[in-house]
């Protein structure tokens, strides 16, 4: 079974140290690399192409959790993000929830549950670890989800995809390079949390997207 890259991303040294000594030891879960703020993780995860960033909300110099997050989605859509936090009022759950972000935690969580929601979240699972119950949780997903999730130009690469066009053909159309047409789809993939081409078809046909105008 293939290890779970893991970037560590906290200000707090303690908390990196107690990190990477927790998994030290843990056959499954690999920390490659870690990261004191924003910019930082933003450079370390193209470095170091994880898995999953365990990402701190409060963090110096500009780039908090939040910011950091639509950056990586940007930069590198594939990952997954679990904010490990000490907040857990309802707004910045509602936030994450709003951004997409996979995973929310405790800095109090205890390590088995830790784990458990690395590995929920590599599989492509929601996990939240909060004060919030998941009948309300599923409520503000559901509120999220009946609003555009894509953006315009995400919604337009998913029509072209979907109608048979290639990178090179997209990217033709929309006067974008074939590898930004890539990171488009691999970015709509990891928001509406799909993996094969199948499930994309079927959310365009939902959404009508194929009727869409170009």
Do not use: C, W
């Amino acid at each position: 079974m293939q290890p779970i890259n893991v970037l560590i991303v906290d200000d707090h040294e303690l908390v990196r140290r107690g990190l990477k000594l927790m998994f030290r030891t843990n056959e499954r879960i690999r920390v490659v690399g870690e990261a004191t703020e924003g910019s930082a993780a933003i450079q370390e995860a193209l470095r170091t192409r994880p898995d999953v960033i365990l990402l701190d909300i409060t963090m110096p110099n500009g780039l908090d959790g939040f910011v950091t997050v639509k950056a990586l989605a940007e930069e590198v859509p594939t990952v997954k993000v679990i904010l490990l936090t000490m907040h857990d009022e309802e707004i910045y759950i509602k936030r994450a929830l709003e951004l997409g972000v996979p995973g929310y935690m405790s800095k109090n969580s205890d390590p088995s549950q830790l784990e458990e929601g690395i590995k929920h979240v590599f599989d492509g699972k929601r996990y939240y670890a909060t004060s919030l119950n998941e009948d309300y949780i599923e409520k503000i997903v559901f509120q999220k989800n009946n609003h555009p999730l894509l953006t315009r130009r995400e919604l337009e690469i998913v029509r072209l995809s979907t109608l048979g066009y290639s990178h090179n053909e997209i990217g033709e159309k929309l006067g974008i390079s074939p590898k930004t047409v890539e990171n488009h789809k691999a970015r709509v993939m990891n928001k509406l949390q799909i993996k094969h081409r199948h499930e994309l078809v079927q959310y365009a046909l939902k959404n009508h997207l194929i009727e869409m105008e170009g």
